[in-house]
């Protein structure tokens, strides 16, 4: 699904490494977490992948279903299947949520040259998927994520990728500033997206979210690289004793 | 103060193009203005209410050729239902037009009246417009005044159901064009004004509307996108007791655009509302110039408006809300915003607000920005592409101008006509 091979990227303005090689496969069905200290490259890691601008890729590749995704453009990327859930969602002021939800599905669709969704067919979806992530009519009305509270942002992502059924996931920290029952829904959304022809990475600083999204493998990421690769126990020991054993024994 | 010389000869050189009618019941308002225009002087780019927006183009007694533009010469409004009155380079068009018949309203041409010596207008015509020059003056509406040979005289006196739709297309490549209306609102009387279409290579628009106790007048306009087209705009209003005006302009296009707006809140618990969404590409400069007098208890005013440029496009806004001493309770809103959709582009923005009371709210905000590069981010990322992401946020951008058209149908029109622009351009 997702291959990535010697990943090394800088920033643009200044001249500064931020990814040192990240080798990272993710195969169809599968479910691999990234945990890792602040600051060793997860976000830069999950926004490379999705095409922001100000990132320069300097050596390595990654490829998105066997298609090289690193020329392609952000909406390219997200018509060939990729969706990243954003650790910090935008707000968009006048901009209903229904209508960038619609947009996005049927732009989506376009790309592929499929037929738009109707109308009839897109309320009925959006109404049932928001209800199961407890997602009020107002909420849909309301400017994307404007005067959300956090909570509120990240299930809205999570409504987001359950419309537009990507291919692979990528979740950045979505279960920061959750509560125990907002953590449940969204991992139950992410639990009902699970499937052979889908892919996750989700990124998460706690075993927490881990106990509702059985991850196959958990990757600990440092200084801008995977260092150290395990079954789902990994995020135990991170959870029980930090990164610093983990660390001095891969440095 | 003595005029400059070159004021003088520019004031005279116009002056000596037009001709002015000495007959019938607005003879003596005619008059008054042509001295009015004589002693103020045209304006010229060193008056400090021209900062901002050169006068020339408008005053030169030469006009600049804009190509008549099918696509502009129908009316935006057509699809509502609406009682149509079309005017053809500025001369009314009968064919072309609905009866002038309403029970509620009655509806006068100035062409066909001026040469009564009685009129009921005679108390209003240019009695707003010569209001209207102090503190500023305004000598392209008392140009107008004086030579306007066109117009409707509007008297509501009710209800009018229907929307008064004034259509003006364009035939020639050059014509001057100057239209003088009257709005005399009974009271308790309500009635929605619209205007749309290209009206003339060049053209001076002036609208007086006196609004009795209780009266609501709704004013939507949609001007001309012809990109040669130069238009100068005056709405001068009288508020009385418990009126509403609410004026919503809508300008694509066009060379040269100043809008002028000069509102008297005068009877207690009165609200006026001056808004406007813009789109400009390239040579495109528009002014809104808004001056609202708060003297009567109680006021609401409110000033929205939104600029859209881009490719070296201009957009000027000088905005002031005076409050008298007297007018207590005043709740004064204004906001002026651009968004800039690339460097050469430019907004030039004069708020300002005069404050003599003690006990009001009065808040007012300009900003100026570029497209929010983090939400197209976040856009694209779900799929949608650049030129429909910059869609999205900027018609987003426009939406608080835009929402102050109540009319849920007429709204919809002009914003379907902005997304047109949008796809077209963008
Ligand atoms: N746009 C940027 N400007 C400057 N520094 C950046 C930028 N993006 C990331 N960084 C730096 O890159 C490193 C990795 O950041 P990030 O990917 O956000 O880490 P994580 O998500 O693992 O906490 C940090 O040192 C951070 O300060
Ligand atoms: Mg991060």
């Known amino acids: 699904m997702l291959e990535i091979k010697n990943l090394k990227v800088s920033l643009e303005e200044e001249d500064k490494q931020i990814l040192n090689g990240v080798d990272l496969t993710v195969n169809a069905g599968k479910v691999h977490a990234i945990m890792g200290p602040n600051g060793s490259g997860k976000s830069t890691l999950s926004y490379v992948l999705s095409g922001r601008d100000g990132y320069e890729v300097t050596d390595g590749s990654a490829h998105l279903l066997g298609e090289d995704i690193l020329d392609m453009e952000p909406e390219e990327r997200a018509a060939a299947g990729l969706f990243l859930a954003f650790q910090y969602p935008v707000e968009i002021p006048g901009v209903g949520n229904m209508t960038f939800l619609r947009t996005a599905v049927n732009g989506q669709r376009k790309a592929r040259g499929q037929e738009e969704m109707s109308a009839a067919d897109f309320l009925k979806q959006v109404r049932a998927k928001a209800k199961s992530l407890k997602i009020d009519a107002d909420m849909l009305k309301r400017p994307v994520n404007v005067g959300f509270s956090g909570g509120e942002k990240k299930r809205n992502e999570i409504l987001q990728m359950a419309m537009l059924e990507p291919k692979m996931c990528i979740l950045d920290e979505t279960d920061s500033g959750l509560d125990v029952d907002a953590m449940k829904l969204v991992a139950e959304g992410v639990n009902a997206l699970r499937d052979e022809g889908r892919a996750f990475l989700v990124i998460t600083h706690y075993q927490r979210l881990l106990d509702h999204i059985k991850p196959d493998l958990v990757h600990i990421m440092a200084d801008g690289r995977i260092v150290k690769t395990g079954g789902p126990e990994l995020a135990l020991e991170v959870e029980n004793n930090g990164y610093a054993d983990i660390l001095a024994e891969v440095m | ?426």
């Not at chain 2, 005044?145 to 006196?157: P, Y």
């Not at chain 2, 996108?225 to 005056?234: I, L």
Request: aromatic residues 6%; glycine residues 6%.
């Open chain 2, 1 to 426: 103060m003595a005029l400059a010389q070159t004021k003088i000869t520019a004031t005279q050189e116009r002056l000596n193009a037009l001709r002015l009618s000495q007959s019938g019941w607005s003879a003596s308002a005619r008059a008054d203005a042509h001295g009015r225009v004589i002693a103020m002087g045209l304006p010229v780019r060193r008056d400090e209410y021209w900062k901002y927006t050169r006068p020339d183009e408008l005053t030169s007694p030469n006009v600049i050729n804009a190509e008549v533009s099918a696509e502009d010469n129908t009316s935006i409004f057509g699809s509502l239902d609406c009682l149509s009155i079309v005017f053809e380079d500025g001369i009314f068009n009968a064919e072309k037009s609905d009866k002038l018949e309403d029970a509620e309203i009655t509806l006068e041409l100035l062409s066909e009246v001026n040469d009564l010596d009685i009129h009921w207008a005679t108390g209003l015509y240019g009695v707003l417009e010569t209001k209207g020059q102090a503190p500023v003056d305004r000598p392209l509406a008392a140009l107008n005044t004086a030579f306007a040979r066109e117009g409707l005289l509007m008297h509501v006196k009710g209800t009018v159901a229907k929307p008064i739709s004034l259509i003006y297309l364009q035939n020639s490549d050059n014509d001057d064009v100057m239209l003088h209306h009257i709005i005399k609102m009974d009271k308790g009387a309500s009635v929605t004004i619209l205007e749309s279409g290209p009206v003339g290579a060049r053209c001076n628009i002036v609208m007086e509307a006196e609004i009795e106790d209780g009266a609501s007048l709704n004013h939507v306009r949609a001007q001309g996108r012809n990109h040669e087209r130069r238009a100068t705009t005056h709405l001068f209003a009288r508020l009385n007791k418990k009126s509403q005006l609410k004026s919503f302009t809508l300008t694509m296009n066009g060379a040269l655009t100043r809008n002028e707006a000069f509102i008297e809140i005068c009877g207690d618990d009165s609200v006026a509302h001056i808004a406007g969404a813009s789109v400009g590409d390239g040579a495109f400069h528009h002014d809104d110039t808004v001056f609202i007098i708060h003297d009567a208890l109680r006021g609401e005013s409110r000033q929205v408006f939104k600029k859209v440029l881009r490719n070296g496009a201009t957009g000027v806004f000088q905005g002031k809300i005076l409050v008298k001493p007297d007018a207590q309770k005043t709740d004064g809103y204004q906001i002026s915003q651009s968004l800039l959709l690339d460097d050469d582009s430019q907004f030039l923005a004069k708020p300002e607000l005069e404050i003599y009371a003690d006990d009001v709210v009065c808040s007012h905000g300009s900003t100026s920005g570029a497209i929010d590069e983090e939400a197209i981010f976040y856009l694209n990322s779900r799929g949608i592409p650049k030129v429909e992401a910059t869609n999205l946020l900027t018609l987003a951008f426009l939406a608080e101008a835009l929402s102050e058209v109540e009319d849920e149908d007429i709204a919809e029109v002009m914003e379907r006509r902005l997304e047109d622009w949008l796809t077209r351009r963008l």
